[in-house]
Nanobody
Framework: QVQLEESGGGLVQPGGSLRLSCVAS????????MGWYRQAPGKERELVAT???????NYAHSIKGRFTISRDNAKKMVYLQMNSLKPEDTAVYYC???????????WGQGTQVIVSS
């Protein structure tokens, strides 16, 4: 079983920055793709960014150039550096890992990000 725990969310003013962290535990392979998704009130969960075990990154168009995803395989962690935050970035952010063999998705509980003045 795989467990994911996010941290780093909070309230920030427009134009500010936050860094989200996610630590994985359990039977997780360093070959798994890891990523961040978000869900705003009344909307479906959407992809924010993913990073493969080789470091290949994929970003949603809406955050490209503002957010950066990174990972530390030794620490089983994935990060999301969010800069130039906008009110439309307000959402619950979820950490995700996808098993490289089975394709099974695992999710964290989520961390709230609110961008407001």
């Amino acid at each position: 079983q795989v467990q994911l725990e996010e941290s780093g969310g909070g309230l920030v003013q427009p134009g500010g920055s936050l860094r989200l962290s996610c630590v994985a535990s359990g039977r997780i392979s360093s070959m798994n793709t890891m990523g961040w998704y978000r869900q705003a009130p009344g909307k479906e969960r959407e992809l924010v960014a993913t990073i493969t075990h080789r470091g290949s990154r994929n970003y949603a168009h809406s955050i490209k150039g503002r957010f950066t995803i990174s990972r530390d395989n030794a620490k089983k962690m994935v990060y999301l550096q969010m800069n130039s935050l906008k009110p439309e970035d307000t959402a619950v952010y979820y950490c995700n890992t996808r098993n490289w063999s089975s394709g099974t998705d695992y999710w964290g509980q989520g961390t709230q990000v609110i961008v407001s003045s």
